[in-house]
């Protein structure tokens, strides 16, 4: 065989399909592989019938039909079927030969992989992949780490395949965020970022249909406004389009959104980010807030059983209810008003929280991240593409060491603006029994953060009575003890 390819690719699902052919359509010869064989067959004489593809029945063919230094990218599911894959391609690779896992992996993984190759005299990629489907195809948003020296070998691939953005729609999504597992690390916050914008989302909604009475098609046309303005994006975008759309099953009639039941499905990145913001002692409360109502979604039967007996306010039975929230939020469209600068600035904290995240990380694992760089990948072929991405990138470009985007002056003028709405609107739905949990979520990190003091003084002395964990003072160095039995007021 011909070592003529450019890229060779492994796992041929929807997602190793397209991204095959993106790279093909940008120019290069390309080498596939599948397990299941039968896949590559049907693609060759598909989808990439006529085009510069290669078909092969073993990783020993893909790899010889491959120019030095070969790159081979994995698309496979995490964990040990990553492991296993690697361990069938080192017999046949040569130092300077590169393995790329595109999968979304673990990132100490990805770290021990990176270790392990590069002590075999090869180089390895781990990289976030985001955009699902339709950007593998056309453009996706690309976060590579691994061993710098890959960097050169793949980024003029990457970057063709990548999507566009800019003015000249020329400057790819995609760019190097740093070693070992830093790639990996990027895009799970992407996805817990998304776990949060989605929520934030939904609560948005459940809202504007159960306070302000608005109908599928009118929460349309509210979607439709708002993805041209501020909130412009991808998620917004689509849920626009969703609520457009009719049910097309046999016998089926009204809203298709209607219909789907109200239990969430995951992955579990979301949970791996807030499992390691606890471990990084950072406050990724969006996320984690995220990750709990879709496991709350889940106990759908639960939830049906606790409806039939416990109560709380239901303004259709008692009319009476919605009138103080009248005079609170007054005509229908101030609070679709309210609502869209409550989404806004919940959305800005949980971005902040993210990058305060990815701050936390970067310096645990000395990958010295760029931050505005981060913002830029996110900026399209992503699922949480938005226009104010390019705002982020504009913060860290002009504040490489900003401590939270918060205290940037265009998102505190946007807080600014919107936090007597946002208020508004959880007292509505605290008052109407309508959940926002993640929007409460939201408003509850903002004023903690913006607190000169919080009651830890309280708790702290609670934990040195019972425990003798000790404390510091505020009015001398050191740390102290007391005993709290001898302290306290005697029980008359």
């Known amino acids: 065989m011909s070592a003529d390819c450019d890229f060779g690719l492994i796992g041929l699902a929807v997602m190793g399909e397209n991204l095959a052919l993106n790279v093909e359509s940008r120019g290069y010869r390309i080498a596939v592989f599948n397990r299941t064989v039968e896949k590559v067959d049907e693609l060759i004489a598909g989808r990439a019938k006529g085009k510069n593809f290669v078909g092969c029945h073993s990783v020993k063919e893909l790899v010889a039909s491959l120019k030095r230094p070969r790159k081979v990218m994995m698309l496979v599911k995490a964990g040990a079927a990553v492991d296993d894959l690697i361990e069938q391609l080192l017999p046949h690779l040569e130092p300077g030969d590169c393995i790329i896992d595109g999968g979304n992996e673990f990132f100490e993984n990805t770290e021990r992989r990176t270790k392990y190759i590069e002590g075999k005299g090869l180089l390895y990629v781990g990289t976030g992949v985001s955009g699902g489907e339709e950007g593998a195809l056309k453009g996706p948003s690309m976060m590579p780490g691994g061993s710098p020296a890959a960097w050169p070998l793949v980024k003029p691939i990457f970057q063709a395949i990548a999507a566009k953005v800019g003015p000249n729609e020329d400057i ?5 965020v740093g070693p070992r597992g830093a790639g990996h690390y990027v895009k799970m916050v992407h996805n817990g970022i998304e776990y949060g914008d989605m929520q934030l989302i939904c609560e948005a909604y459940q809202l504007l249909a159960d306070v302000a009475g608005l109908s599928n098609d009118e929460i349309y046309e509210v979607f439709a406004q708002w993805n041209r303005g501020e909130l412009q994006s991808y998620l917004i975008e689509i849920t626009r389009d969703i609520f457009s759309a009719m049910d097309d099953q046999p016998g089926g009639s009204g809203h298709l959104v209607d219909k789907i039941l109200d239990v969430a499905g995951a992955k579990g990145t979301g949970k791996w980010m807030s499992q390691l913001a606890l471990d990084l002692g950072v406050p990724s409360t969006l996320v984690t807030t995220a990750v709990y109502a879709r496991a709350l979604s889940a106990a759908k039967e639960a939830r049906v059983r606790a409806s039939k007996v416990l109560s709380g306010p239901n303004p259709a039975d008692n009319p009476t209810l919605g009138q103080p929230i009248k005079q609170l939020v007054g005509a229908k469209q101030d609070f679709v008003e309210a609502v869209r600068l409550a989404l806004y600035a919940s959305k800005i904290c949980s971005y902040a929280q993210g990058f305060v995240q990815l701050q936390a990380a ?28 390019d705002r982020i990138k504009e913060a860290f470009d002009e504040q490489p ?10 998102f505190k003028e946007i807080i600014d603006k919107s936090q007597a709405a946002w208020r508004r609107v959880l007292i509505a739905a605290t008052h109407l029994g309508v959940p926002a949990p993640a929007f409460s979520t939201a408003l509850g990190y903002y004023d903690s953060y913006r607190r000169e003091r919080l009651p830890a ?4 002395a609670q934990r040195d009575y019972f425990g003798a964990h000790t404390y510091q003072r505020v009015d001398r160095p050191g740390t102290f003890h007391s005993e709290w039995l001898d302290l306290r007021k005697q029980p008359s």
Do not use: M, T, V
């Open 457 to 460: 003084n309280l708790l702290q």
């Open 362 to 389: 970067s310096a645990e694992h000395k990958w010295d991240l760029n931050y505005g760089d981060c913002a830029l990948l996110w900026r399209g072929g992503c699922i949480i593409r938005a226009q104010f991405l």
């Open 172 to 176: 790819p999504c995609c760019e190097w």
């Open 401 to 410: 060491n900003l401590e939270n985007l918060l205290l940037f002056p265009y």
